[in-house]
């Protein structure tokens, strides 16, 4: 298994203004994903994070709104730019273990941002 | 691409009721398959996994479910709810040739009435 940690776990961000959120994996990992779950609705896959090298972005996200960072096997950044009240939302962070059970992928608490 | 459709958005129960929340994906590989859980104001839990083996496949807190390939199905199951039960769940299937990408369903919301 494998625990994730975001931080922040909550925030109220300014209009216009720019969030960063960390992730924290307990053990190496092999993918990193980012997820965006909006009120009321289910998960919706941002992003690949790939270490040492650009995300791969699904359809309907872009670097220059959502731009993530892999430096290494267990840490990863997703910067959400120039907010606007439609990014509300949580942000999971999730990931998957170089060891243990198979392909189970495992979420962080999430990062709840609220943009006013 | 793959992709999942849970049919039930809002189920509502009584305690010691039966639950089965349905669970269809689209996809022709093979697939891995998932049931999450998210209780009020925290975080997502998984339930339970398929993978291979034996295709009824039982999780945490007294959930099973059933994967039927001819139907491209991963239905979740509960022959006793509780109270606590009261949460969103969450269907999402993965696989290999995707990336092992997670594709969620749009989750069902059950509430049980004690």
């Known amino acids: 298994s494998a625990v994730i940690s975001q931080k922040p776990s909550r925030d109220i961000c300014q209009r216009g203004t720019s969030l960063t959120i960390q992730c924290q994996v307990d053990s190496q990992v092999t993918m990193m994903f980012w997820y965006r779950q909006q009120p009321g609705q289910s998960l919706t896959l941002i992003a690949t994070a790939n270490q040492g090298s650009e995300a791969t972005y699904e359809s309907g996200f872009v670097i220059d709104k959502f731009p993530i960072s892999r430096p290494n096997l267990t840490f990863s950044t997703l910067t959400v730019s120039n907010m606007s009240p439609e990014d509300s939302s949580i942000y999971l962070c999730?990931?998957?273990?170089?060891?243990?059970?198979?392909?189970?992928?495992?979420f962080g608490e999430g990062s709840w941002l609220t943009v006013v | 691409a793959q992709s999942v459709s849970q049919h039930n958005h809002h189920v509502i129960l009584s305690e010691a009721a039966s639950l089965e929340l349905g669970c269809n994906y689209s996809?022709?590989?093979?697939?891995?398959l998932f049931w999450y859980v998210q209780y009020p104001g925290q975080h997502l839990q998984l339930l339970l996994k398929y993978f291979s083996g034996d295709p009824l496949v039982k999780g945490i807190k007294g959930f099973e479910a059933e994967f039927i390939k001819s139907k491209f199905s991963f239905n979740l199951r509960k022959p006793s709810v509780q109270w606590s039960d009261t949460a969103e769940y969450f269907c999402a299937v993965a696989s290999k040739a995707a990336g092992n990408k997670l594709t969620f369903g749009g989750g069902t919301r059950v509430l049980v009435k004690p």
């Open positions: 999730s990931a998957l273990p170089m060891a243990g059970d198979g392909n189970t992928i495992y």
């Open positions: 996809y022709g590989g093979t697939v891995n």
